[in-house]
């Protein structure tokens, strides 16, 4: 259940030409709308949150804002954000009880394996209080594969994100799909899903 250490490698040795990535105005919007749904001075978690860029734009927003990430050299990034409390940990070292209005996984469970999806979920809907929301983001399709660069990838097709939330105990709320390029530069098919515990 640790995180895949190829992935991780990668992502420390590319966290700045991750930062460069063009922003997505699907993006944006996904961001608006979730930060939207939560009360003001909300206590959220980015969970896997890359560079911190969705980190810094909820805590701009004035959102009680934490976030963690399994690869060093992202946690150094989000941490450039002076309101942003961030740690270092794998999705298997989180275990907070009722304590966010919101969990935001923007493309960080996609690295999980399938198996141990199911925990996670579990997980999150534990951390978060009642009535709280969750994001989620993957990419679509079937199977479990690896980029040109290496990273594990674990794809879903919405039908089975139904039965893996609804297993967790969330409530599915609403989704939208995009597609968008990614660091390795090929272009992917993705859900995002607005949820609630």
Known sequence: MKPDSTTI???NS????????????DQDIRLENFANTLPAKARILDY???????AAYFADRGLVTHAFDASQEMVKLASRHPKVTVWQAGFHEFNKIDTYDGVWASFSLLHAPRSDMNKLLLAIHKSLKAGGKFCLSVKLGKGEARDTLGRLYTYYEQS???TLLSAANFTWENHFNGSGKGLDGSTSRWISVFAHA
Not at 14 to 25: G, I, P, R, W
Not at 48 to 54: I, K
Request: with cysteine; charged share 30%.
């Open 160 to 162: 089975e994100l139904e």
């Open 48 to 54: 896997g949150c890359g560079p911190g860029t969705s």
């Open 9 to 11: 490698d990668i992502y």
């Open 14 to 25: 590319k966290a700045e030409e991750y930062t460069q990535l063009s922003k997505d105005v």
